[in-house]
T-cell receptor, first 116, second 112 residues
Framework: EAGVTQSPTHLIKTRGQQVTLRCSPISGHTSVYWYQQALGLGLQFLLWYDEGEERNRGNFPPRFSGRQFPNYSSELNVNALELEDSALYLC???????????????FGPGTRLLVL | KQEVTQIPAALSVPEGENLVLNCSFTDSAIYNLQWFRQDPGKGLTSLLLIQSSQREQTSGRLNASLDKSSGRSTLYIAASQPGDSATYLCAVKEGGSEKLVFGKGTKLTVNP
């Protein structure tokens, strides 16, 4: 069974540009999560999508946005890139059982973004 | 606001040693706690998940314990091997939220 996949693996952009990162969850998983891992800051929660809807959002500005498609894949968009957006962006997926057993989040390999 | 702390930040041990990694969290209202492994420049691999109602989980040479009331978890690695070298991350899932709150990790080096 294929794991979580992300594209591209690496990306270099300049300040002010826009970027789109992509994530395909494990087959059957309906929830997709995005995290940012910036140097020295640890992993920070960005966004959670389930069944096509944004369910929760971390403490990030509105220029970080995304969406989830009917096939449960997801995009993360970052507008007006700033130098501090340089980070490893990780996507995770899980089954989501409302009121039920909490499921493990499975992580993809990440997209490394460098903003110059 | 939930905060997760991992001590030590880095650890270097000789091969074969048993070791313990520590994780503490400030708010005991959690759904579960997970331990992950991250290799340099790579994504995360889930090692163990402990539900809030559980006290420990075991997988091979790994054993994780959870004491919700004191806000602590430990990851015990038995008979460490060079292949165990990685950064180990602890994360809690907060009650009422699907997001994971991570510690900054412990970087483990096992020397042959």
């Amino acid at each position: 069974e294929a794991g979580v996949t992300q594209s591209p693996t690496h990306l270099i952009k300049t300040r002010g540009q826009q970027v789109t990162l992509r994530c395909s969850p494990i087959s059957g998983h309906t929830s997709v999560y995005w995290y940012q891992q910036a140097l020295g800051l640890g992993l920070q929660f960005l966004l959670w999508y389930d069944e096509g809807e944004e369910r929760n959002r971390g403490n990030f500005p509105p220029r970080f946005s995304g969406r989830q498609f009917p096939n449960y894949s997801s995009e993360l968009n970052v507008n007006a890139l700033e130098l501090e957006d340089s980070a490893l962006y990780l996507c995770a997926s899980s089954l989501h059982l409302y009121g039920g057993r909490q499921e493990t989040q499975y992580f993809g390999p990440g997209t490394r973004l460098l903003v110059l | 606001k939930q905060e997760v702390t991992q001590i030590p930040a880095a650890l270097s041990v000789p091969e074969g040693e048993n070791l313990v990694l520590n994780c503490s969290f400030t708010d005991s209202a959690i759904y579960n706690l997970q331990w992950f492994r991250q290799d340099p420049g790579k994504g995360l691999t889930s090692l163990l998940l402990i539900q809030s109602s559980q006290r420990e989980q075991t997988s091979g040479r790994l054993n994780a314990s959870l004491d919700k009331s004191s806000g602590r978890s430990t990851l015990y690695i038995a008979a460490s091997q060079p292949g165990d070298s990685a950064t180990y991350l602890c994360a809690v899932k907060e009650g009422g939220s699907e997001k994971l709150v991570f510690g900054k990790g412990t970087k483990l080096t096992v020397n042959p």
